[in-house]
């Protein structure tokens, strides 16, 4: 009978225990969503902030997709500038605006308009303008990001 009283009693405690457990849990799940729901209301505002407060570094041009807009050739000539520009096609930019391609240096690059930070998915550009002049012709490409 004593044994018996004493594990209802730890049975007791452990299901008291397991209910202030389950309390917890639910604690956390909701502080956890909490923070996501902060921390996604507070995306929007900050990423636009940063936007229009600081200057697009070369390296973030190279996270757009360029299309050529046409090129300035002194001769009669196909333009040589490559049709698109993507993220991932091994290009680097220094911090004086070289561009190099894979390695080998391609030519200076100017950025002339930053792109727009609400592009409008009805339009197919998205407000940007840059030049590379060529180092090896000389030539002068123009792009719009897309």
Same mark, same amino acid.
Not at 3 to 12: A, G
Not at 62 to 87: K, N
């Given at each position: 009978?004593?044994?018996?009283?004493?594990?209802?009693?730890?049975?007791?405690?452990?299901?008291?225990?397991?209910?202030?457990?389950?309390?917890?849990?639910?604690?956390?799940?909701?502080?956890?969503?909490?923070?996501?729901?902060?921390?996604?209301?507070?995306?929007?505002?900050?990423?636009?902030?940063?936007?229009?407060?600081?200057?697009?570094?070369?390296?973030?041009?190279?996270?757009?997709?360029?299309?050529?807009?046409?090129?300035?050739?002194?001769?009669?000539?196909?333009?040589?500038?490559?049709?698109?520009?993507?993220?991932?096609?091994?290009?680097?930019?220094?911090?004086?605006?070289?561009?190099?391609?894979?390695?080998?240096?391609?030519?200076?690059?100017?950025?002339?308009?930053?792109?727009?930070?609400?592009?409008?998915?009805?339009?197919?550009?998205?407000?940007?303008?840059?030049?590379?002049?060529? %180092?090896?012709?000389?030539?002068?490409?123009?792009?719009? %990001?897309?």
């Amino acid at each position: 009978m004593f044994i018996n009283d004493k594990l209802s009693f730890i049975e007791n405690k452990l299901l008291i225990n397991m209910d202030k457990w389950t309390l917890n849990i639910h604690k956390l799940i909701e502080r956890l969503f909490f923070l996501f729901l902060i921390g996604l209301i507070l995306y929007w505002p900050i990423k636009f902030a940063k936007y229009h407060l600081f200057d697009l570094s070369y390296q973030e041009v190279l996270e757009f997709s360029w299309r050529t807009d046409g090129c300035q050739l002194s001769y009669p000539e196909v333009c040589p500038c490559p049709s698109f520009i993507e993220p991932d096609d091994h290009f680097t930019i220094t911090d004086d605006g070289d561009l190099y391609f894979e390695n080998k240096l391609y030519g200076k690059l100017i950025l002339k308009d930053k792109p727009s930070f609400f592009h409008d998915p009805s339009e197919i550009l998205s407000g940007g303008f840059m030049e590379i002049i060529r %180092s090896d012709s000389g030539v002068i490409c123009y792009y719009d %990001s897309i």
